[in-house]
């Protein structure tokens, strides 16, 4: 059973930084492509960052430079570092499995960038 949780969200002032974890189970975890997306109040949930189980990353316009997304095989956990973080990063933020015929989701940690 697949089964993601994510931590490290919070209240933050603009300019700061947070970083977020997910650890994974239930997966082969290597191989596995993860992701982070992000849901704000009445808009649509969007990627903000991808990576390969190589390694390979992608990013969100609206993040590059700002946000890095790395993954440490050994603890089946996938992070995204965000810095700058602008009051327009306000969401509840989501980790994601990219499944071999769906994704999976976890429950979301919510991030409040304001002063």
């Known amino acids: 059973q697949v089964h993601l949780v994510e931590s490290g969200g919070g209240l933050v002032q603009p300019g700061g930084s947070l970083r977020l974890s997910c650890a994974a189970s239930?997966?082969?975890?290597?191989?596995?492509?993860m992701g982070w997306y992000r849901q704000a109040p009445g808009k649509e949930r969007e990627l903000v960052a991808r990576?390969?189980?190589?390694?390979?990353?992608n990013y969100a316009d609206f993040v590059k430079g700002r946000f890095t997304i790395s993954r440490d095989n050994a603890k089946n956990t996938v992070y995204l570092q965000m810095n700058s973080l602008k009051s327009e990063d306000t969401a509840v933020y989501y980790c994601?499995?990219?499944?071999?015929?769906?994704?999976?989701w976890g429950q979301g940690t919510q991030v409040t960038v304001s002063s």
């Open positions: 994601m499995y990219a499944g071999v015929y769906s994704n999976y």
């Open positions: 990576i390969t189980g190589g390694g390979s990353a």
């Open positions: 239930g997966i082969i975890f290597s191989i596995s492509t």
